[in-house]
């Protein structure tokens, strides 16, 4: 049997404050060394380079469609802009309802939805009703480094378990999970399709994580936002919608931010039995008291009228992994499979390991932005994170920089 993953404090740098200031030691410890975003410091080391093509964030280049611009700015100008209902709009509640029977054929209820002001704030909302002080949250690894972050904020620890990597790329391991279990763990976070290894969870591992969270009574907190990106021949991956029952313990956390282009909207939502809609409606209300009225209806109108959009942003990543991937897999001197969902390609450079130096390295050198892989926890040593959702002219040209730097000084 597969030892238990240890219990570790989120990965990436240490901030560096240490308690020896009065003003820091006054400061709860696990608050205090939340670590800085490996991420965010290679953005803000080549965010002014004239000329970069910057991959690194996990967000696409195409500004939220007019129409869902022009549903807010009505609902702005017609004087929405008071306090609303701490769930969510009727009507986007609603919207959020027929959609997810559309895609998923689940039974239409508004009860289960509420609305959340972004993804990052369902994720936390969800933690906060599962865990607390000591207890654990296992979460497959390499992963977005937010919901580590969220637990340690909640003032429990995440228990990394490493996915298996091979050929096929990125599959999780049962045993593994099933070995992690110890009397502290609380919940299961599993994220797929996955930031950043492109990871898609098959219905046989939805059934054996559910399985295993029934055992021992354990919350899932399920992170589907990139459901749509999947590069199978169905329209969205496999989702524990297809394997759950009614009173299987499940979080499922989205958000408007990938399928939409709404990435700073900060708006998404929780899905959730509506036993639990009054804790639900407490967290959002002490934390941000609702989102703005006048957001929600853009969200209502992406719902309504934005499958076209979609498929488009879809087809869009689909061109833009196989562009990237295919130029670098020809030049021999990575080690890339390309990932069936998601949109990034998360892979490792002949010859180079230290992957936080390498960042910066090809800032200078080719003027790309790629995020280093540890930035993403136990397994992603050796590996960078590259987003491909991105038009094909810059993707192209960001193909022939990255390959030439590869030729002339990819080994170290």
Excluded at 36 to 43: H, P
Excluded at 354 to 366: H, I, N, P, Q
Excluded at 382 to 411: P, T
Aim: with cysteine; charged share 20%.
């Amino acid at each position: 049997m597969t030892e238990p993953a240890k219990a570790e404090p989120p990965f990436s740098a240490s901030t560096g404050l240490e308690a020896e200031d009065p003003w820091l030691e006054r400061v709860r410890d696990h608050i205090r060394t939340l670590p800085e975003s490996g991420i965010v410091e290679v953005m803000n080391y080549g965010r002014d380079r004239p000329g970069m093509i910057p991959l690194w964030a996990g967000e696409g280049d195409v500004p939220t469609p007019p129409f869902i611009c022009e549903a807010a700015a009505a609902a702005l100008h017609a004087g929405e802009t008071f306090y609303t209902w701490q769930r969510g709009l009727p009507e986007l509640r609603a919207a959020i309802a027929r959609y997810m029977t559309r895609l998923y054929g689940v039974k239409e209820d508004p009860e289960r939805y509420f609305v959340t002001g972004s993804g990052m704030q369902a994720i936390h909302i969800a933690i906060a009703m599962a865990v607390t002080s000591g207890d654990e949250v296992i979460i497959p690894s390499p992963t977005w480094p937010n919901a580590a972050a969220a637990a340690q904020k909640a003032g429990a620890r995440a228990v990394y378990v490493p996915f298996n990597y091979g050929p096929g790329g990125f599959t999780l391991d049962h045993d593994r999970l099933a070995a992690a279990v110890t009397p502290r763990t609380r919940a299961i976070f599993l994220n797929t399709p996955a930031n950043p290894t492109g990871f898609v969870a098959t219905r046989e591992d939805l059934k054996a994580v559910l399985a295993l969270a029934r055992r021992h009574g354990l919350w899932i907190i399920a992170d589907e936002i990139y459901g749509r990106f999947y590069y199978g021949d169905t329209p969205r991956a496999p989702s524990f919608h297809d394997v759950m029952e009614e009173d299987d313990h499940i979080l499922f956390v989205q958000t408007f931010s990938k399928n939409w282009a709404m990435t700073g909207w900060r708006i998404g939502w929780i899905e959730a039995s509506p036993k639990l809609g009054q804790i639900i409606e407490n967290l959002i209300q002490y934390s941000t008291s609702g989102v703005a009225a006048f957001m929600q209806r853009g969200a209502v109108a992406a719902l309504d009228l934005g499958e076209g959009f979609v498929a488009e942003q879809i087809a869009r990543a689909r061109r833009g992994r196989d562009l990237v991937g295919d130029a670098l897999l020809a030049t021999g001197k990575v080690d890339l499979v390309k990932p069936p969902g998601a949109f990034y390609l998360f892979f490792g450079i002949e010859g180079r390991k230290d992957v936080r130096s390498l960042g910066l390295t090809l800032v200078d050198e080719a003027n790309v932005g790629l995020a280093p892989g540890t930035a993403f926890g136990n397994g992603g040593e050796g590996f960078m994170r590259l987003c491909f959702a991105r038009g094909d002219a810059q993707l192209a040209e960001a193909s022939r920089r990255l390959v030439a730097w590869l030729k002339g000084h990819g080994a170290a």
